[in-house]
């Protein structure tokens, strides 16, 4: 299911849960990928930083991201017991840009 | 050993590291059945003032199939977590613990037991009090009263959480010496003079998870079988220890954090499998997997390693063990499928096609007055691989079996060698006596009485 806080003005962006009971995956509802996005130190600037704004089911708590190939854009979002898989080139290539000190 | 450090990576992680598994009708109550599942591996009693403990960060499970497909049917979980009561000091109690909820206890450690069938979960107990560890005279006077306290009643269920003595018993220090077996050193490729072998894990202490349940809450019909041939009768089981797929060091708490969806790390079944069976380069992986997806695995028990060692390592002892070329059905059925009907007559442990490492357990089959610690190779089907009692000898009857002595079954045109029947570590049980009442396991060796080995360098 799309996630609505990253939807919302961004089509084609995608969010999932992946349940890693390393036998199965399913597709759930998604959420806090939008709320991940801000503990990560963006460049100014960049478009979607001063437009996005925390939904009402943001995660509340911290938060870990791991970008497993840069080459993807293909984030995962360790919240909780869950991991949030997010597809989004445009996130995943702004987080790789602050990784690289831009 | 059993599966002690067996691993690369979960050999550095010791408190995820499971090293036996156990299972086994309860001797005195043939209605129930007894599960254990042991973790941190080779634990040196004196080890303070930070004793061994569960980790709080490490998800454990006892699974349990029982509908032949290599799943778990049924899973009991046990999450831990331990408490700091005086902040003020280094020490692990500050005063005799006289009880598990004794104050001068300075590090208690609690746990949750939560039953999933069929996918719903339902906890069953909270806050359950672990024993402390041994740690001498002074500080635990009367651990057999800790021991005691710390089993819990369930309704019909019993648990037990903490340290025990190790009941395995394996001479590591020769095996693993290019596969050396003391009592036959002098018919090894680099001989030496023949001398007893030595239990290596003699002493050292382990962190058991013991369950006791009914039989009916385990079988695919609910009831308590008393048929052997009745499929329904089997139970396939094995432990599995899970961390979350992040961990991080938070440096303001200086402490790990854990996120993020929960991963296999380590897992037990048949003793032996991943620390004989699997290559180093896939023992890893082997840990991660789920049974039911051990067809991947499957070549390394139909054409073991040590199979082939063996005749190397003993010039002109295993000749027929040479020339065997073909896949090692005997051993494919003991540790993969379970044995079908008709291969040990009036016995059958067999779970269905789905290769799958599990400790296999036939409920109809009645614990024996006079158990053999040889198990079912030696006439007695209440012992391993039926099941795992504590006092089995699985590594002499796994050695025996690798040697060829098993084939026979599945193959009768195979004659073994005669050492297939004679080879062992030459250790005996040496470890703390068992028990006779839940949880079996001995109780724990304390640190004040632990006594120092001696180094010697080759």
């Given at each position: 299911m799309i996630c609505e806080a990253l939807t919302a003005g961004r089509p084609g962006v995608k969010a999932v849960e992946l349940v890693t009971d390393t036998s199965r995956r399913k597709l759930l509802a998604a959420a806090g990928a939008g709320a991940a996005a801000g503990a990560v130190a963006l460049a100014p600037g960049a478009a979607y930083a001063a437009e996005t704004r925390r939904s009402g089911s943001s995660a509340q708590e911290s938060v870990v991201a791991h970008i497993?190939?840069?080459?993807?854009g293909t984030i995962s979002l360790m919240v909780g017991e869950r991991e949030v898989v997010v597809n989004d080139r445009d996130l995943v290539a702004r987080i790789l840009n602050a990784a690289g000190g831009k | 050993m059993s599966s002690h450090r067996e691993a690369p990576e979960i050999s550095k992680d010791p408190v995820a590291d499971s090293t036996d598994v156990y299972a086994f009708v309860s001797p005195k109550n043939p209605d129930m059945v007894t599960l254990i599942a042991n973790y941190v591996p080779l634990q040196q009693p004196n080890g303070g003032p930070n004793f061994f403990e569960f980790g709080d960060d490490v998800l454990y499970e006892i699974h349990i199939a029982n509908s032949g497909k290599g799943t778990a049917d049924i899973s009991y979980q046990f999450r831990f977590f331990s408490q700091?009561?005086?902040?003020?000091?280094?020490?692990?109690?500050?005063?005799?613990?006289?009880?598990?909820?004794?104050?001068?206890?300075n590090r208690p450690q609690f746990y949750s037991v939560t039953r999933i069938k069929n996918g719903k979960k339902k906890?069953?107990?909270?806050k359950l009090a672990c024993p402390p560890v041994n740690v001498g005279p002074r500080s635990t006077p009367d651990y057999a009263k800790l021991s005691k306290q710390a089993v819990h009643k369930l309704g019909k269920r019993k648990v037990f959480a903490g340290q025990r003595a190790d009941a395995f018993h394996v001479d590591l220090g020769s095996v693993f010496d290019l596969g050396a077996l003391r009592p036959f050193n002098e018919a090894h490729l680099i001989p030496l003079a023949a001398m007893d072998g030595i239990n290596s894990v003699q002493s050292y202490n382990v962190h058991s998870i013991a369950i006791e349940v009914p039989i009916k809450e385990v079988t695919r019909n609910g009831n308590v079988p008393s048929?052997?041939?009745?499929?329904?009768a089997v139970i396939g089981v094995w432990t599995s220890a899970k961390r979350q797929k992040s961990r991080m060091f938070n440096d303001a708490t200086a402490k790990y954090e854990s996120k993020g969806p929960w991963e296999q790390v380590s897992r037990l079944g048949n003793p032996l499998v991943n620390e004989v069976l699997i290559p180093m380069a896939d023992k890893d992986k082997w840990n991660h997997t789920a049974p039911r997806f051990d067809s991947r695995f499957a070549r390394y028990v139909n054409k073991p390693e040590l199979a082939v060692l063996l005749p190397v390592l003993y010039p002109g002892v295993f000749p027929n063990l040479a020339k065997y070329g073909k896949d090692r059905a005997d051993l494919n059925a003991i540790l993969m499928t379970g044995i079908p009907s008709g291969v040990v007559p009036g016995f059958q442990n067999y779970t269905g096609p789905v290769e799958s490492d599990m400790l296999r357990?036939?409920?109809?089959?009645k614990p024996t007055a006079k158990p053999n610690n040889l198990g079912l190779v030696a006439g007695d089907a209440q012992g391993f691989p039926n099941g795992r009692r504590i006092d089995d000898d699985v590594v002499t009857i796994e050695l025996r079996a690798i040697a060829g002595l098993t084939l026979p079954l599945v193959d009768p045109s195979f004659t073994p060698d005669g050492a297939a029947s004679a080879i062992e570590d030459g250790t005996t049980n040496t470890n703390a006596k068992a028990t006779n009442t839940f949880p079996y396991l001995g109780l724990p060796g304390s640190g004040y009485d632990t006594t120092q080995g001696k180094t010697k360098a080759s």
């Open positions: 497993k190939d840069h080459r993807s | 700091i009561r005086n902040p003020k000091t280094f020490l692990y109690n500050i005063g005799p613990i006289a009880s598990i909820d004794d104050p001068n206890w906890m069953l107990a909270k048929d052997a041939s009745d499929a329904g357990l036939n409920l109809a089959i």
